[in-house]
C-alpha cells in the first residue's frame, strides 16, 4: 500500500492546511520526480513488503498538475521496486476540475494507460459564489464538465469531495448541492465538514474576526440531509464522510482505517510500518524523513478512534480490552453503540457526535 505525495498547488484554498508549494515558484516537477525516484530506490524493499493491501494513491496537493510523463516515471519507479509487478488492486489519482477541462480528455486516458482505475474529484460545491469565496479555481460549469469528460474517457469508479458546515451554505443549497451530485452519479461521495486548519487563511480569517464557524446546530441538521439524501439515492455511508455504491467504497482509505502499515512517499508523506510511524520533512526538492515509535497507548487511541468512524466498527472483545467498560455498557443502553456480529459501532444516526462517544471511551 502506497501513498504518493504531490505537493503542488496552483493557488491555496482558503480552508487547506496540506502541504503545498506554488507552483512555478521553487522546485521544479524534475526536481521533485527525481528527490522521489531516490527514496523510491532507497526504500524498495519496505514498498515490496507492504502489499498486504496492494493499493497506490496519489494525493497532494494536486496531482493533476504534474505533466503524466512526471507522474509515469515515478510510478515505474514504483513498480520497479515492486519487482516489475504492475496491476494495484485500487490505483487512485486525485484531481482538481480546472486541470481536466485545461488538459482533455487525452490526459485522463494518459492517466488510465497509466494503470489508474479510480479518479478522485475535489468538486467542494456546485455554487459559484462558494467556489470564490472557498479560493478555489473552477466553477460550476467547470465541475460538470469536468467529471462529463472523466467518464467520456472511460473512467468507472470516480469519487467526488464535497464540504458542508459553512455558515453561509443554506439547508436548501446543501441540498441542491447534493441533487447536483447525484445527476452525476459518482461512484463514491466524500463530504467533510469544515473544520478550521491551523495554518491556513481561514484560521487567520477566524483570528482577525473576520470570518467565524457555522453553528452546531446548522452542521448537524447538513450531516443529517447529507446522510438522508445519499441512502435514499442508495450509497452506502461505511465512515463518517464516506459514502459508496455498494462495491465502490475505497480500498485504499480502508486500510488506513485497519492501521494497515503503508509507505508514504514524497515531501510531507507519512508511512506506517508496525508501531512505527515516519514522516518526510515538508520541504521541496530535498526532504528527509523522521520517525517515531508509538507507545501502546497511542497504537490503543488510533484503533478505536478509526475504526469507530466507519461503520464495521470494532470486535467487542478488543474495543472492552482497550476501552472504559462502564462507557461501552452505558453507551449500548443509550443506543449510541450498537452490536452486529460480534462487533460494536456507531449507528448512523449517532455518526455526527462520534468524536464526543470515542471520547467518552477513550
Ligand atoms: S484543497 Fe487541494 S487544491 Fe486547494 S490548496 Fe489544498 S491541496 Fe491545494
Excluded at 503545498?20 to 524498495?44: M, N, P, T
Excluded at 503503508?262 to 520541504?283: D, F, I, K, M
Amino acid at each position: 500500500m502506497v501513498y504518493l505525495h504531490v505537493p503542488f498547488c496552483r493557488s491555496f484554498c482558503t480552508y487547506c492546511d496540506f502541504y503545498s508549494e506554488l507552483c512555478g515558484r521553487g522546485a521544479s516537477f524534475k526536481a521533485y520526480a527525481d528527490a522521489v525516484c531516490g527514496e523510491i530506490a532507497g526504500r524498495k524493499d519496505e514498498i515490496r513488503s507492504s502489499r498486504e493491501t496492494d493499493t497506490l494513491y496519489v494525493g497532494g496537493g494536486t496531482p493533476s498538475v504534474l505533466p503524466p510523463d512526471v507522474l509515469e516515471r515515478i510510478v515505474g519507479e514504483i513498480v520497479n521496486a515492486r519487482g516489475g509487478e504492475g496491476g494495484f488492486s485500487e490505483f487512485t489519482v486525485e484531481v482538481n476540475p480546472e486541470d481536466i477541462i485545461e488538459k482533455g480528455e487525452a490526459y485522463v486516458r494518459s492517466l488510465l494507460r497509466m494503470g489508474v482505475d479510480r479518479i478522485s474529484m475535489g468538486i467542494q460545491s456546485f455554487d459559484d459564489q462558494l467556489l470564490r469565496w472557498m479560493n478555489r479555481r473552477h466553477d460550476r460549469g467547470h465541475a460538470l464538465e469536468a467529471f462529463r469528460m472523466l467518464r467520456r474517457a472511460g473512467v468507472g469508479n470516480i469519487s467526488i469531495d464535497l464540504i458542508f458546515g459553512l455558515p453561509q451554505l443554506t439547508g436548501e443549497l446543501w441540498r441542491q448541492t447534493l441533487e447536483t451530485a447525484l445527476e452525476l452519479s459518482p461512484e463514491h461521495i466524500s463530504a467533510y465538514q469544515l473544520s478550521v486548519e491551523p495554518g491556513s487563511a481561514l484560521a487567520r480569517m477566524e483570528e482577525k474576526g473576520t470570518w467565524s464557524a457555522a453553528g452546531e446546530a446548522q452542521c448537524m441538521e447538513q450531516y443529517g440531509t447529507l446522510c438522508e439524501v445519499l441512502s435514499d439515492a442508495g450509497y452506502h455511508h461505511y465512515e463518517v464522510s464516506n459514502f459508496a455504491r455498494p462495491g465502490f467504497e475505497a480500498v485504499h482509505n480502508s486500510a488506513y482505517w485497519r492501521r494497515v502499515p503503508y509507505v508514504g512517499l514524497g515531501p510531507g508523506a507519512h508511512s506506517l510500518s508496525g508501531n512505527v510511524r515516519r514522516w518526510n520533512t515538508r520541504h521541496m526538492p530535498s526532504y528527509s524523513s523522521e520517525s517515531e515509535v508509538l507507545s501502546e497507548e497511542q497504537v490503543r487511541l488510533e484503533t478505536i478512534m478509526l475504526s469507530l468512524r466507519t461503520d464495521t466498527g470494532l470486535e467487542e472483545d478488543r474495543l472492552r480490552s482497550m476501552a472504559d467498560n462502564q462507557s461501552v455498557d452505558r453507551l449500548l443502553g443509550e443506543g449510541a453503540l450498537v452490536r452486529a456480529g460480534g462487533r460494536l459501532r456507531i449507528p448512523e444516526d449517532h455518526f455526527f457526535v462520534s468524536d464526543e462517544i470515542i471520547r467518552e471511551l477513550v
